[in-house]
């Protein structure tokens, strides 16, 4: 029964945040796509985050830490370009700030999942079982 509720809870929390998302954009508000883009990355982390509490499944649990390290690497860049879009404070430094922001945490993603192949980013991942559950 557990199971049915945890995946009942992953199908819902994905309709609403798609239909909340999709229904948010705002042509007149030049700022509302990036906002938008913050919402999808917020729902990435959200939803990994669910997805890796609901397995038991060692190598799934890794697999949705890794999509959670993405929404979380990327929801602070596009607040960032959120921020200086909303207050018109768009400039130069702004923009290399962003562009190096966008570099490095791209470059973290693409070292995250080749990580088995490397061990840069990681050199070990436990399961340890704790009061009946998996962390």
């Known amino acids: ?9 992953i199908i819902a929390f994905s309709m609403i945040t798609l239909l909340g998302i999709l229904s948010y954009k705002n042509k007149d ?3 509302s796509t990036y906002f938008m883009y913050s919402m999808i990355f917020m729902a990435i982390w959200t939803l990994g985050t669910i997805c890796e509490l609901s397995t038991s499944n060692f190598y799934w649990k ?3 830490r890794d999509i959670v390290q ?4 990327f929801v602070s860049v596009s607040n960032y370009w959120f921020v ?7 400039n130069k430094l702004h923009r290399a700030i962003l562009y190096v922001f966008i570099g490095l945490n ?3 993603m693409l070292l995250l999942f080749t990580d088995p192949i490397h061990h840069l980013l990681r050199s070990k991942v ?3 079982t ?3 559950s998996s962390d």
């Open 1 to 9: 029964m557990q199971v049915v509720y945890i995946w009942f809870n």
């Open 70 to 73: 993405f929404g979380m690497a």
């Open 130 to 132: 704790s009061g009946g």
């Open 62 to 64: 890794v697999f949705f």
């Open 106 to 108: 791209t470059l973290a």
């Open 84 to 90: 200086v879009s909303y207050t018109k404070a768009a």
């Open 126 to 128: 436990y399961l340890v």
């Open 29 to 31: 508000e030049p700022a």
